[in-house]
């Protein structure tokens, strides 16, 4: 044999005999491992729940002030010192919070991003042909080829 491929045989451990695990262990694994995601789970649903609740407000806000600065569109067609007065302000309380909000992935992380995390956890785990059911809080084994795994 040479060198090269003992050193090899070192570095992947070919030479020591593999510690298997007995399957209580194993279960105990598993079973906290499915605790740990459905904990994740509540904790992404609950998170972008409140948000929800705290980024209406924001949306509610530039609501009104399109509205406001459609009303004095309609109302004041030729007062050029109003409407210009009535963009600004719709800018800045209005348009300007809300897209600071999409452009900074604020929105996104914290609203979208916890709706794709089951999604996400599910595709990586049918590599091992698992899949978690939300509705069920549980761990499940797929069929073999289930999610184009081939």
């Known amino acids: 044999m040479s060198s090269s ?12 005999p593999v510690n298997a695990l007995d399957p209580f262990t194993q279960l ?3 079973r906290s ?7 994740k789970s509540t904790t992404m649903k609950r998170l972008r729940r409140w948000n ?6 924001l949306f509610i806000n530039f609501l009104y002030w399109t509205y406001k600065l459609m009303h004095c569109v309609f109302k004041y067609p030729k007062e050029h010192v109003s409407l210009m007065l009535h963009f600004w302000k719709w ?10 909000l999409m452009i900074s992935g604020v929105y996104r992380g914290t609203v979208t991003e916890p709706a794709l995390y089951v999604s996400r956890l599910n595709r990586v785990l049918a590599q091992f042909h698992i899949a ?3 509705d069920l809080g549980r761990l499940l084994r797929t ?8």
């Open 28 to 30: 105990a694994d598993v």
């Open 5 to 16: 491929s003992i050193k090899h045989r070192r570095k992947t451990g070919a030479d020591h």
């Open 132 to 134: 978690y059911a939300e």
């Open 52 to 57: 929800r609740l705290i980024l209406l407000p």
């Open 143 to 150: 069929e073999r080829g289930a999610y184009g795994n081939g």
């Open 33 to 39: 491992f499915e605790r740990f995601i459905r904990q």
């Open 91 to 100: 800018l800045l309380f209005g348009a300007l919070p809300v897209s600071l």
